[in-house]
């Protein structure tokens, strides 16, 4: 009797894992959510919850830096993280360590949730997908024809600058750039600036307007770069109600008219797959890594 497939997913976030094991159509069979603390204590949960099942393949999507290029001694690597105890970090040293040979693929966490969302979510359908994620961090991941783009490092767009409102002091909260864009409008960056989390402030608190408006710049400057057919929005951050209209103002007003795009209700939109965006993109991933080997 044949065994069914079983695929290994995992999006490991600056503040949460998830863990799952799916079937060969991609159905989720177990999940679990593991803090992200130190290596050791997270790491180890998450070999004891993949250590009840016989998968086939891994896919990885996972908060960076990370080494993707496979000829760097360091390749599988967490690099420069703020996070200090992940700095270079083997990730997938330790899981072939652990499961022996079985394919892996290694990814950002916002490539996966962009290949998920450009597959089956928001983006389904268009010829690319920016996917970008507002939370603990900002980054961004860019996928198109159903290839997450890859070149000898990762994109990290969290980092570009922007110009900073006159009246906006705050120093950012970046410990490698300060004011860039991850230091002025990620959730330690609202918090550090206001004494309040961000899910606790009020809608029409003016941080809002300091938040959609460096947006706006950063999403008009990859438009201009990578020309996406449509941008999805992610992250904590952007569970916020009023932020999303606020945003696709300040993008046409950084745009200025300049290049002809959709109407911004379609070229920005939320993920369609919520907060398992990213690990829809993992289980994808390693479904993938399976068939590139056969």
Not at 73 to 85: M, V
Not at 114 to 121: D, R, V
């Amino acid at each position: 009797m044949t065994r069914d497939l079983l695929y290994g997913g995992i999006e490991a976030g600056g503040t949460k894992f998830i863990c799952a094991v799916a079937d060969e159509d991609l159905n989720i069979i177990d999940q679990v959510r593991i803090d992200t603390t130190v290596p050791e204590e997270t790491m180890g949960e998450l070999k004891a919850f993949f250590d009840k099942y016989e998968v086939e393949s891994f896919g990885i999507s996972s908060f960076g830096p990370i080494d993707i290029n496979h000829d760097s001694p360091t390749y599988g690597y967490i690099t420069s993280t703020p996070k200090l105890p992940w700095q270079n970090y083997d990730f997938v040293g330790q899981m072939k360590a652990w499961f022996g040979d079985k394919p892996i693929a290694w990814t950002t966490d916002v490539n996966g949730a962009s290949l998920a969302e450009n597959t089956m979510g928001a983006a389904k359908g268009a010829n690319s997908c920016l996917y970008l994620t507002i939370g603990t961090g900002v980054g961004g991941g860019f996928s198109m024809n159903g290839e997450i783009y890859h070149a000898y490092a990762h994109p990290e767009m969290g980092h570009i600058k922007v110009a900073q409102d006159p009246h906006d002091h705050f120093e950012g909260a970046c410990p490698f750039h300060g004011n860039c864009i991850e230091g002025l409008v990620s959730g330690p960056a609202i918090e550090k600036r206001t004494g309040i989390k961000g899910a606790d402030l009020p809608s029409d608190h003016e941080v809002w307007d300091y938040v959609a408006d460096y947006l706006g710049q950063a999403i008009a400057n990859y438009t201009l770069t990578l020309a996406p057919e449509r941008v999805v929005l992610g992250g904590g951050v952007m569970h916020q109600d009023q932020l999303l209209d606020k945003v696709r103002t300040q993008v046409e007003k950084a745009l200025a008219n300049y290049v002809e795009l959709p109407a911004m209700t379609d070229y920005i939109q939320l993920p369609k797959l919520g907060d398992n965006a990213g690990i829809t993109g993992s289980l994808l991933l390693a479904k993938r890594a399976l068939k590139d080997v056969k």
